[in-house]
């Protein structure tokens, strides 16, 4: 009897191409990346694609070498005996607004870790910006050579926090409907 296996469809339409007989997470999140605009933040992706692949290999239709960033995995013969049942990636729908209270637990529960994540991507940047200006105040030829770099470190920045503002006003929004339906 053959084994069922559940994987997602865009992984299962790149690991099955014969040309893909070793393969790493990056090259297989680059390769969905490019294919679905499921998958528009590349860290998600790659953490989906590490997780998909893992689950294969511990089912045993792959096989890996090496550790974490390292990792490479082969298919083993029980890939073409598997018997594999193809799931689309979960994408979360736009709900019409009925007035009817919405999952709002779980919805706040995930913009509040996405929050956490911006606000580390936010400080991330700003050290970036101030390792640049410390680095610029050195000399005139170091500040003209890393000019464009810091102005796209402080675009970033200003990126990030009109983005933690948005996060910021949705979860503001999402306990006020909270409140309003108890």
């Given at each position: 009897m053959t084994k069922k296996v559940?994987?997602?469809r865009d992984i299962y339409?790149?690991?099955s191409l014969p040309s893909m007989s070793e393969f790493r997470v990056t090259q297989i999140r680059n390769l969905i990346t490019e294919k679905s605009g499921h998958y528009s933040n590349k860290d998600t992706a790659r953490l989906y694609v590490a997780r998909?692949?893992?689950n294969l290999e511990k089912q045993g239709?792959?096989?890996s070498q090496g550790l974490r960033h390292n990792k490479t995995y082969k298919k083993t013969c029980m890939f073409?005996?598997?018997n594999f049942i193809l799931k689309d990636k979960r994408?979360?729908?736009k709900r019409s607004n009925n007035g009817g209270p919405i999952d709002s637990a779980s919805v706040k529960s995930?913009?509040?870790d996405e929050k956490k994540d911006i606000e580390s991507n936010?400080?991330?940047a700003l050290a970036e910006i101030d390792e640049y200006k410390l680095l610029m105040s050195r000399s005139k030829s170091l500040h003209n050579l890393l000019l464009p770099s810091h102005t796209d470190a402080v675009n970033n920045a200003a990126a990030l926090v009109a983005k933690l503002n948005v996060w910021t006003d949705a979860i503001k929004l999402v306990t006020q409907q909270e409140e309003k339906s108890c």
């Open positions: 559940r994987v997602n339409k790149i690991i998909q692949l893992e239709v792959l096989k073409a005996e598997a994408v979360s729908t995930m913009l509040i936010l400080t991330i």
